[in-house]
């Protein structure tokens, strides 16, 4: 069976860090699309980060570009989200998601872990 | 971007009712639009992908269609779990777009 679980969620300052874990079971990043999807309290989602291990090929939302930066841990099957210089408005559940093979329709989701920028 | 509206944001109806909720693109997206349920303090998941391909498990009831820029998610005969958002997403272009949703209410 195929499940995601996210980890690493947390409070933190406006500025400061956080390193999202998404640990992945039944399937191997190599032939998918995996992302990260985020969503502010009471609000709709928002896309933020889409990988294509196959061949290297990373996208950002523009809120989050130049901040965000996504990673795997093949050894671990570990999807990961690196945040830097957190604002206020990062606050939200943040969701892995895997594509159906290498598209960005998500077929899977983690239950999401909470992210809140404060201080 | 390719921005995503759907209408109505809100739609009250009873059970076994038939659904029609919309979503309307910026711009073509080629037939990669995808649907998804998200109910309250859950993930969402995953309904329609590429316009009118239903996701694995998921029930007749569900369909999709449309083309360009106009969409389209009905669902025939409403059961009581399908009380919930309805989101539409775009894989046409960077960066992939989520719609605002439409609350599915029950009346």
């Given at each position: 069976?195929?499940?995601?679980?996210?980890?690493?969620?947390?409070?933190?300052?406006?500025?400061?860090?956080?390193?999202?874990?998404?640990?992945?079971?039944?399937?191997?990043?190599?032939?998918?699309?995996?992302s990260?999807v985020?969503?502010?309290?009471?609000?709709?989602l928002?896309?933020?980060?889409?990988?294509?291990?196959?061949?290297?090929?990373?996208?950002?939302?523009?809120?989050?570009?130049?901040?965000?930066?996504?990673?795997?841990?093949?050894?671990?099957?570990?999807?990961?989200?690196?945040?830097?210089?957190?604002?206020?408005?990062?606050?939200?559940?943040?969701f892995?998601a895997k594509g159906r093979?290498?598209t960005s329709s998500y077929e899977l989701w983690?239950?999401?872990?909470?992210?809140?920028?404060?201080? | 971007?390719?921005?995503?509206?759907?209408?109505?944001?809100?739609?009250?109806?009873?059970?076994?009712?038939?659904?029609?909720?919309?979503?309307?693109?910026?711009?073509?997206?080629?037939?990669?639009l995808a649907w998804y349920q998200q109910?309250?303090?859950?993930a969402p998941r995953l309904l329609i992908y590429d316009?009118?391909n239903r996701a694995t498990g998921i029930?007749?009831?569900f369909?999709g269609?449309?083309?360009?820029?106009?969409?389209?998610l009905?669902?025939?005969?409403?059961?009581?779990?399908?009380?919930?958002?309805y989101y539409c997403q775009?894989r046409?272009?960077?960066?992939?777009?989520f719609?605002?949703?439409?609350?599915?209410?029950?009346?």
């Amino acid at each position: 069976e195929m499940q995601l679980l996210e980890s690493g969620g947390g409070l933190v300052q406006p500025g400061g860090s956080l390193r999202l874990s998404c640990a992945a079971s039944g399937f191997t990043f190599s032939d998918v699309f995996m992302s990260w999807v985020r969503q502010a309290p009471g609000k709709g989602l928002e896309w933020v980060s889409c990988a294509n291990f196959r061949d290297s090929s990373t996208y950002y939302g523009d809120s989050v570009k130049g901040r965000f930066t996504v990673s795997r841990d093949n050894s671990k099957n570990t999807f990961f989200l690196e945040m830097n210089s957190l604002r206020v408005e990062d606050t939200a559940i943040y969701f892995c998601a895997k594509g159906r093979g290498r598209t960005s329709s998500y077929e899977l989701w983690g239950q999401g872990t909470l992210v809140s920028v404060s201080s | 971007e390719i921005v995503l509206t759907q209408s109505p944001a809100t739609l009250s109806l009873s059970p076994g009712e038939r659904a029609a909720l919309s979503c309307r693109a910026s711009q073509t997206v080629n037939n990669y639009l995808a649907w998804y349920q998200q109910k309250p303090g859950q993930a969402p998941r995953l309904l329609i992908y590429d316009t009118s391909n239903r996701a694995t498990g998921i029930p007749a009831r569900f369909s999709g269609w449309g083309s360009g820029t106009d969409f389209t998610l009905t669902i025939s005969s409403l059961e009581p779990e399908d009380f919930a958002v309805y989101y539409c997403q775009q894989r046409s272009d960077w960066p992939i777009t989520f719609g605002p949703g439409t609350r599915l209410d029950m009346k």
